[in-house]
């Protein structure tokens, strides 16, 4: 009977396969694409007939790319915005769950829904706010216009995550931590922090690429001191006003896109249980 089961269910599983690897095959093949062309030769990616290989790779694309004057300045730029957003974030974020879970105070439950609130507002709407107070800080063309808003968007998607990490934590740990002669911050750092760490790992991804790949507001805040641009504005050097030159294009894609792959691939499986909201002892 168990025989039986099993080979009625067999063609399920067989579909439901099926079906995550062409949803995989589609959702890879604008990134296939992108890395083959940064890899074409200029008479292929102009051709009229594209074709999805190539016989005669190239690297000209990339060597354009690298021969940019500023590319290693946007690339050094992007990392220093990036790892500020990321890291900052997550401390915030962590001090901040904390907080609104294990103490009560008054505007509790307002403060909650005013972070969700601001998860509503796009970002395309602030653009311009942001930039006259920016500008009044005396913040334009630096580094700091770009943490700073990047900051204020990560932080309530981060502390509305990392709470129910932390509300996971039971209170008789802490409870019994402080038994032990452990003072608060000793628990907050040596046992609550390791705890919710797959959590922080989690909004951590979220805020370093939607960091990295920010060009909205690199192109709004940086305005004529481009040695303070970041690596989306590499782009723009290939964008010309009588032929796009496709190949620096996809090959600025391409590099742009290693960090983040990297990134992904280094915190993979704390960031599968993060987002699966587990909770190790």
Not at 26 to 35: K, N, Q
Not at 191 to 203: E, K, N, S
Not at 233 to 239: D, Q
């Amino acid at each position: 009977m168990s025989g039986l089961n099993r080979l009625v269910r067999k063609p399920w599983r067989l579909a439901a396969e099926a079906s995550a690897l062409l949803i995989a095959l589609v959702v890879a093949f604008p990134l296939y694409w992108m890395v083959l062309s940064a890899f074409k030769p200029a008479g292929e990616i102009e051709s009229t007939q594209p074709r999805p290989w190539t016989l005669s790779p190239s690297l000209d694309s990339f060597r354009r790319v690298f021969q940019q004057q500023e590319f290693g300045r946007y690339f050094l730029n992007s990392v220093i915005v990036a790892g500020t957003v990321v890291v900052v974030s997550a401390l915030v974020a962590f001090l901040a769950a904390t907080a609104v879970t294990r103490f009560r105070f008054r505007f509790r439950t307002t403060l909650l829904i005013m972070f969700l609130v601001a998860q509503m507002v796009p970002v395309e709407a602030l653009t311009i706010p942001l930039f006259f107070l920016m500008r009044d800080f005396g913040q334009l063309n630096t580094l700091g216009s770009l943490i700073l808003p990047h900051l204020a968007f990560s932080l309530p998607f981060a502390i509305w995550m990392l709470r129910g990490f932390v509300k996971a934590v039971p209170e008789a740990l802490e409870e019994a931590a402080y038994l032990d002669g452990a003072s608060r911050a000793r628990f907050l750092w040596q046992i609550l922090f390791p705890l919710v760490f797959p959590g922080l790992v989690a909004t951590s991804v979220f805020s370093f690429i939607s960091t990295w790949n920010d060009f909205l507001f690199a192109k709004s805040f940086i305005i004529s001191d481009t040695s303070q641009s970041t690596l989306p504005m590499a782009l723009l050097v290939f964008f010309k006003p009588d032929e796009n030159d496709w190949g620096g294009i996809m090959a600025a894609s391409t590099v742009m896109t290693i960090p983040v792959l990297v990134f992904f691939v280094l915190v993979q499986r704390r960031l599968v249980s993060g987002l699966g909201g587990a909770v190790k002892d």
